[in-house]
């Protein structure tokens, strides 16, 4: 399975970005999915997460500002970013716990996403 995030780019500050990050491969089912970041010089971090049964956690630097959603069907999920500010400026990477078919029987894999670059600059 390979998570393929999509989205970023060159914003100016107070602008929208919206991130989308879809998984592929043969999935039994997708359970907790979420967005780190990692700015420049920096560790990764945790952005937002969204469980299965929809609930959301937000870091608190971005509450009101990002929202995170999950489309099952396409198996996505999504972050908007929204007042973003040049502290948001990172390479933003999705995440996904799901349950895989493999050749023993079904799995849970962590599997991560290649990250998209975000530059909030004027």
């Known amino acids: 399975v390979q998570l393929q995030a999509s989205g970023g780019g060159l914003v100016q500050p107070g602008g929208s970005l919206r991130l989308s990050c879809a998984a592929a491969g043969t999935i039994i089912s997708l359970h907790e999915m979420g967005w780190y970041r990692q700015p420049p010089g920096n560790q990764r971090e945790l952005v937002a997460l969204?469980?299965?049964?929809?609930?959301?956690n937000y870091a608190d630097f971005v509450k009101g500002r990002f929202t995170i959603s999950r489309d099952d069907a396409k198996n996505t999920v999504y972050l908007q970013m929204n007042s973003l500010k040049p502290d948001d400026t990172a390479v933003y990477y999705c995440n996904a716990v799901m349950t895989q078919v493999g050749p023993y029987g079904p799995y849970e894999y962590d599997a991560w996403g290649q990250g998209t670059l975000v530059t909030v600059s004027s």
């Open positions: 969204i469980t299965s049964g929809g609930s959301t």
